[in-house]
């Protein structure tokens, strides 16, 4: 049986990873999507609510599930006995990180295969980082995210929005 991690931040996670997840079940007897526990970006959502949003919208894919990791990666990968690691590529802007990525992987761990995906036309221009924007200003989110991450990003802004910083009393 040949299990394949799909590691990443998700912070949520986009129709677009879902759409290599769904081209990875295809492939590999198991897929375990891999939520970082602490990428040094700065994230919206904890990692309970991320692996939360994850494991929803895995759900109805029999061989995927979702967890979170920390630490290195690789160790991830032999921890729940993975040979394969998937990687989404989106234009040429994500080669250089994952090719480096890939590199330094390879030396620590040789006998972990990565494969990469490219993300399908429709998804090619969609990343979690732009989405938060979008959603930040009451853009709609129809086709980018299922219905409970849309929902979650909307309650996240609406309750932050309910945060204000202390106002300054006037003279
Ligand atoms: P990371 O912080 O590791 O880049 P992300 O959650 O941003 O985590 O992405 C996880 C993986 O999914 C990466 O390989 C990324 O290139 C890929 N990915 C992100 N968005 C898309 C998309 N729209 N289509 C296909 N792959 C994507």
């Known amino acids: 049986m040949t299990t394949a991690i799909y590691p990443g931040s998700f912070d949520p996670i986009t129709h677009g990873h879902l759409d290599i997840i769904k081209r990875a079940s295809a492939m590999f007897e198991e897929v375990i999507v891999g939520v970082y526990d602490r990428p040094e970006k700065q994230l919206l959502f904890t990692t309970e609510e991320r692996v939360q ?66 993300a399908s036309l429709e998804f090619q221009f969609l990343s979690s980082s732009l989405l938060k924007e979008v959603a930040q200003l009451g853009g709609c989110l129809q086709n980018m995210v299922p219905d409970h991450v849309a929902d979650a990003l909307r309650k996240k802004f609406a309750s932050q929005l309910c945060h204000p910083t202390p106002k300054v009393s006037t003279p």
């Open 53 to 118: 949003m994850a494991r929803q919208a895995v759900a109805h894919l029999g061989n995927v599930q979702a967890q979170s990791y920390s630490g290195l990666t690789v160790d991830f990968a032999k921890q729940v006995g993975a040979k394969v690691m998937v990687r989404g590529l989106r234009m040429s802007s994500d080669f250089e990180r994952e090719f480096e990525m890939a590199m330094m992987n390879k030396k620590l761990a040789p006998d972990i295969e990565l494969v990469c995906l490219m």
